[in-house]
């Protein structure tokens, strides 16, 4: 499925790779809708739909991520209200034990993220992820999303990388067409990034797994882990 001995360099999504993507979804879908209907007093169920519908027409784009341009765009503080059910923040299954087997076999991990910088503070803040990996790159640093070619390109900028010897591991399909686009040499998708959903469908071309238990043991198999001097 992955060629680990290939690889020097592992590059991470967060939020439903790493990260359950209940809490993005139940924010968006369901606690912002709820707040936005009570400061602009609507139906619950209109506000969802307004909401849904100016959401969807930034697919794809920086803005979809951009936690300034809805705070903007909504007068409304998101980050704030994230705040508000942060609770539900969280780890998928099995990525301590994953992040740490890629530490073992000295393997170069970074996290890279369509995430806004603020919410990925919270993140880390209730998480401590950033304690696991070797660096975080936000795609708003860069001024482009994941889903765009010219973002891969860009990314040696702040993550120097080799794309021949890179695996790029994502529950986005656009996200990983884009990096295989890019000449990123393996991909591997995320069939269950929330955990109150079921799989997805896997994709044709990529290979994928529900989590990560399913490729510890080849990790190990193929990078040994160092012997002691």
């Known amino acids: 499925m992955i060629n680990w001995a290939s690889l020097e360099t592992v590059f991470l999504d967060m939020d439903g790779t790493l990260l359950?993507?209940?809490?993005?979804?139940?924010?968006?879908?369901?606690?912002?809708?709820q707040r936005y209907a009570e400061q602009y007093g609507l139906h619950p169920g209109e506000a969802k739909n307004k909401l849904i519908n100016m959401i969807m027409a930034e697919r794809g784009t920086l803005?979809?991520?951009?936690?300034?341009?809805?705070?903007?765009?909504?007068?409304?503080?998101?980050t704030g209200l994230k705040s508000e059910v942060g609770d539900r923040i969280g780890y998928r299954p099995h990525v301590a034990d994953f992040l740490q087997s890629l530490k073992k076999t000295g393997l170069q991990s970074v996290i890279v993220t369509n995430c806004h910088p603020d919410p990925l503070e919270l993140k880390l803040q209730r998480t401590g992820l950033?304690?696991?990996?070797?660096?975080?790159?936000?795609s708003h640093q860069l001024g482009k999303p994941k889903e765009d070619t010219e973002f891969w390109t860009d990314l040696h900028q702040l993550a120097p990388y080799t794309a021949t010897t890179t695996l790029m591991v994502d529950d986005s399909f656009p996200v990983l067409e884009s990096a295989m686009s890019a000449g990123i040499a393996q991909c591997l998708g995320i069939l269950v990034p929330d955990s109150k959903q079921s799989a997805r469908q896997t994709h044709a071309r990529i290979p994928c797994v529900h989590h990560f238990d399913e490729i510890l043991?080849?990790?190990?198999?193929?990078?040994?882990?160092?012997?002691a001097s």
């Not at 993005?24 to 912002?32: I, V």
């Not at 043991?217 to 012997?227: G, N």
């Open 20 to 33: 359950d993507l209940h809490f993005d979804n139940h924010f968006w879908l369901e606690h912002l809708p």
């Open 63 to 78: 803005n979809w991520y951009c936690t300034d341009y809805w705070s903007d765009r909504l007068n409304m503080d998101i």
């Open 130 to 138: 950033d304690g696991f990996v070797d660096g975080i790159v936000s």
């Open 217 to 227: 043991t080849s990790i190990h198999q193929q990078r040994p882990l160092p012997s």
